[in-house]
């Protein structure tokens, strides 16, 4: 049997990534959210989310652009849940653990979750916003 061995290049983030979307993508719980809502253009985007990883992971410095924005504009066209984190933080966890062993392999797992969490934090603020009544007429069907 082969060892598993550490995230140490951008190839190995490139890896990581795809196989990662390769699960969100056709998952029954959160894979709609990237197909329908998103419109993920897979082959634009791996190099973006491979570069983020790659600066988290390896120091490297080639990410330009904020992560948090794209989330905000999604979450205004279906509302993230805990839930969808939840279920992204599972399947990057065992993709994570399919592939790699060692420190950076942990820093990707933990390092995710620190994202979701501050992401869903952010999100979730916004998300009474959007469902609280303005100061104006509030229109509703009945019957």
Known sequence: MTAIGDISTREDCERLVRAFYGRALTDPIIGW?????????????????ASFWETVLLGADTYRGGAFAPHAMLHM???????????????????????????RAD?????????????????????????????????????
């Open 33 to 49: 959210l990237f197909t329908d809502i998103a419109r993920l253009d897979l082959e634009a985007h791996v190099p973006k989310i």
């Open 77 to 103: 066209k279906a509302p993230l849940r805990r839930g969808h984190f939840e279920r992204w933080l599972s399947l990057w966890r065992a993709t994570v653990d399919e592939l790699f062993a060692g420190d």
């Open 107 to 143: 820093l990707a797992k933990s390092h995710a979750n620190r994202v979701a969490n501050a992401f869903h934090g952010r999100l979730e603020p916004m998300s009474a916003a959007m469902a609280a009544p303005s100061d104006g007429l509030v229109v509703t069907q009945h019957g």
